[in-house]
């Protein structure tokens, strides 16, 4: 059994080395001082040691996720700018989501929801889906031209985190490219073709990781057709960033060194956590407030923050839960008091983006 695994099993049983209230106050804690620590990106430049990542060394010692969770969230704040800190533990989670595949690289998850950004020109959008991209797994390029069907079930089976940028573009009134539009709702992992031969089911799986950017005008310009797509989706809502006291860094070759890092060490990790058998399912309960299908497609963020823990922490007290706490309140935030439905977010949206001039 290796140290990791051992590490995981600690967490299920983490009531026999302290009690629930002391290892929840011990979370809220180091939760507090992370969040205060992300505040501060909007006061200054965050200090350019971000490079001593310490990833290579993982490949001699015990990986660290939780450390590994961090650097990546470090790179997200650093490159790119975000409406809330919770947005930004999303957009991380996420991205290291991407990476938890079985052997055939099928996600192993039952849901996985969509990364969608919906901002006016100027807000950010491309920047993040690139900060965020570099970090995913098997990325496509940021693809602005209209796309098929065909071409998106093939870059799915091929295990490609798909990013579609001005998809208001391709919907136009909503109800263009109907055939695309299911594809990228098919955010659950039994969704899949009807011509499936050899393989089963998931022979040409609709199933996969994708990013997704669109211009406010998708909110009102689109008839409702595409409200389901809003129900499967993690939305971020980036404002133009007009702080000339904290410039947002150049994509330089530091960026490239250590998001080229992370692709190497992210697999490791992935392998590590990948069970026997079964999916991977969060380990400790989820929010009750969320909707079923927040639910599921909450499942897997929480699914990897349960298992971003610290090897010394771990085997100190028993339990690390600072990243399992910080994902249920990013998810809630992310999903909470944007409607029930998709007709309903869209609502809610709308009037947010008039709030902001868009």
Known sequence: M??????????????????????????????????????????????????????????????????????????????????????????????????????????LFDAHGRLFFIAPPGSGKTRSMKVIGAMTSNPTGIVKAPVTAYGLRNALEQGKTIRLDEIDRQLGAGRAHLDVQSVISAYERDTASLDGQSGGANEHSLFGPMMLAAKPRILTHTGGWPEDLFERSFIMTPAKHVDQNDPIPDLDDQFGEITSRIQKVMPMWAQQVRPAEGLLRPIHNVPKGLTARNREISASLLAVADRAVDPELMEANGSDVRWALRAREAVQSALLGHGKDGAEIIADLSERMKGIGA
């Open 2 to 107: 290796t140290s990791v695994t051992r590490a995981l099993g600690a967490i299920g049983d983490a009531g026999a080395a302290a009690s629930k209230k002391t290892l929840m106050k011990q979370g809220e804690e180091e939760s507090a001082r992370a969040r205060a620590r992300i505040a501060k990106k909007n006061t200054g430049v965050m200090s350019r040691e971000i490079t001593p990542v310490n990833l290579e060394a993982a490949r001699k010692k015990e990986l660290n996720p939780a450390l590994l969770l961090d650097i990546m969230h470090r790179a997200a704040t650093y490159w790119a700018r975000w409406e809330t800190p919770q947005q930004a533990d999303v957009a991380t989670l996420w991205a290291a989501s991407t990476w938890m595949t079985d052997l055939e690289g099928k996600m």
